[in-house]
């Protein structure tokens, strides 16, 4: 079984802190706008509170509210994952802007408590997490990485822009990182021999280096020149990987450097696959 140790000390922090700014752009946006649509699809703003909220209540061991019949029948909700969170999010779909903050504060603040209370031997205890068997640690990584993305999305939808680097980001980073190899060879379809380096720019730099060679491998150091460099904005990458936008009306944004045709081929092929998911 998989087991990432990840120090309590450094990650509930991150993620309490990451409640604490979402909760700000809510507070912050006026009553008409938590009806705004977000990148999200069938999710407004109040919607991706609600998913939030619905999510550390099920860590805190409350019962998932009964799906109604709609909630299977939306497009947006295509697995028993999608069920869970819809349940959540339509259960809250009457509240009003105020109601929905008292949760928000009420729930945070149980979460944070028994977070606190919680000792690093628990964090490193196995368990079943989204990505798979893992521990508890990895598991609030995760969340602190999912609730950046939400970040992200309540920022595009109130149009409040912000930094979007820092160690939360960081942290999403670590989540997103190990899934470029999967970018890179099955969704790119990078030939056997391929050399690929990935270039972030923006509040997040980083340079990352993948061979294939029959599998795709993040490296630390390439043998060779790079077949193709793509380089890109974090903030733009980060969407793109998210499903938060589509690559077609960003391409203008992604750079491509290759030595040959056919790393300009293998590179446009990857610029058009940067979604994680299918």
Known sequence: MAHTIVPKSEIVPLLIEQW??????LADAPAQAWSRPTPLPGWSVQDVAAHVIGTESLLAGRPT??????????????????????????????????QMLARWSEIMTARAAALGEMSQE??????????????????????????????????????VPGFEGGPRAEAAFQEISGAIPLLVGKRAAAQD????????????????????????????????????TVRLPWGLFARLAGG???????????EIQAADQLGRELGERLARNLRLTP
């Open 193 to 228: 021999g391929a050399r690929v380096r990935l270039e972030l720019t923006g509040d997040i730099e980083r340079t990352v280096d993948v061979a294939v060679e029959g599998r795709a491998e993040i490296v630390a150091e390439l043998d060779r020149r790079p077949d193709v």
């Open 122 to 159: 628990q964090f490193d205890a196995d368990m079943t997490t989204p990505v798979g068997p893992e521990t508890y640690g990895r598991f609030m990584r995760v969340r602190t990485f999912d609730c950046w993305y939400h970040e992200l999305d309540l920022r595009d939808a109130l149009d």
């Open 20 to 25: 604490r700014v979402l909760e700000g752009l």
């Open 244 to 254: 938060r936008v589509h690559a077609g009306d960003h391409l203008a944004r992604i």
């Open 65 to 98: 509210p009964e799906a109604p019949a709609q909630v299977t029948e939306a497009e947006h909700v295509r697995n028993p994952m999608g069920v869970l969170n819809e349940s959540w999010v339509e259960s809250m779909r009457g509240d009003s802007p105020v």
